[in-house]
């Protein structure tokens, strides 16, 4: 018998999801977190995969910058804190596949479609890393970037990413501050040393501003985004914030931020900066940045290279699997 037979017609299953809707959004207002189990929106659980696959595919593809410089670091110390850092990246790409997962998609299905093109990465993982002053440009940089966007994703709505949020913020921290260091460092030594680091400032000052995204009137997903608290503040909201908190520690560095229209302006009690050349930012994120094709070719080749040891891992979990399984039952 169908729904209409029995004299129920649609608008009661209407009412009925508006009716679970707006619970939803109730609870979402009132800062209680939404854990696997719970009733959730098909769009939030949707926008959710879309940003935490991204986020995840970030981080796998933002240990290939400076995973090229591990052979290459300048000292036995730098190469074990670069080393112990580009792990730290794997570590936090497993924490956000993980949170994904909850929502019901699986992580061979996310990787696939990072390899295929159809799920994006950060856009500032496809330009070069020139000189080891680009590797402290990036933890200075891209990590206090990431930082300044995590610690407001601490507070998103969705309990399994937040938590994720918090471990990742820690650590992301200490990789933000040996990048701050390797600059110090730098700018501490010979004029070409710190003409090294200027020029790294150069190169990653924009692409830097650009990690937040597109400026909030172009931005697609925000206002859903933030009405459903998956995120907490804007992308320019952000952005200026990452403007106004770098650019005493450039100064402190001694370094000059690339950027004619910077100024301290009282009256906003913020840093006014120049214009983002945006057409640079759609080239990168529609595939046409410096290093789109190298990333994605490395992170594909690795993927192929290392099936056979996910199948012998597989393969040996199971067994270990119905070993215990046959002991359980013998007891
Ligand atoms: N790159 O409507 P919106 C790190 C896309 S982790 C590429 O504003 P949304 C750690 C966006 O996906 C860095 N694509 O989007 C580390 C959307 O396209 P779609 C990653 C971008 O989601 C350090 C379209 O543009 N962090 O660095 C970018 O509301 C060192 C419209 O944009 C996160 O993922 C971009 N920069 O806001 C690792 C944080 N910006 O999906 C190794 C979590 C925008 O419709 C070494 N994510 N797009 O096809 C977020 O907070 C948000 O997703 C934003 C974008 C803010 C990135």
Not at 16 to 29: N, P, S, W
Not at 199 to 218: H, K, N, Q, S, V
């Amino acid at each position: 018998m169908s729904y209409e037979d029995a004299g129920v017609t649609h608008s009661v299953f209407a009412d009925d999801l508006a009716g679970r809707e707006a619970a939803f959004q109730a609870k979402i207002d009132a800062g209680i977190a939404i854990e696997p189990q719970d009733w959730m929106a098909e769009g939030y659980r949707k926008m959710l995969i879309r940003q935490i696959s991204q986020h995840a595919h970030s981080e796998i593809i933002g240990q290939l910058p400076e995973g090229g410089w591990i052979t290459r670091a300048p000292s036995l110390e730098r190469k074990a804190i670069l080393l112990a850092k580009v792990q730290d990246e794997a570590g936090h790409g497993l924490y956000l596949y993980g949170a994904a997962e909850t929502l019901g998609v699986s992580r061979e299905q996310l990787i696939a479609e990072l390899h295929d093109g159809k799920s994006k990465y950060s856009s500032i993982f496809n330009y070069p890393v020139l000189t080891w002053a680009d590797v402290g440009a990036i933890g200075w940089l891209v990590d206090g970037a990431a930082i300044i966007n995590q610690t407001s994703l601490c507070r998103c709505s969705y309990g399994p990413y937040a938590r994720a949020m918090v471990r990742i913020c820690k650590e992301e921290s200490f990789h933000q501050r040996q990048g701050y260091d390797v600059m110090w460092r730098l700018c501490q030594g010979t004029e070409k040393q710190k003409a090294m680091a200027q020029e790294a400032l150069d190169r990653w000052w924009w692409p830097c501003l650009m990690m937040f995204g597109p400026a909030d009137a172009d931005s697609v997903h925000s206002m859903q985004s933030m009405a459903w608290k998956i995120k907490i503040h804007s992308n320019d909201a952000l952005r200026q914030r990452m403007v106004d908190q770098t650019v005493p520690q450039a100064e402190y560095l001694g370094l000059r931020v690339p950027d004619p229209d910077l100024r301290w302006n009282p009256a906003r009690d913020h840093y006014d900066f120049g214009a983002i050349d945006w057409h640079e930012f759609h080239r990168v994120i529609a595939g046409e940045g410096p290093c789109n094709h190298e990333r994605l070719a490395t992170r594909v080749r690795a993927a192929e290279e290392g099936a056979w040891f996910r199948e012998a891992l597989a393969a040996y979990a199971e067994k270990q699997s119905g070993a215990e399984c046959r002991n359980e039952v013998k007891r």
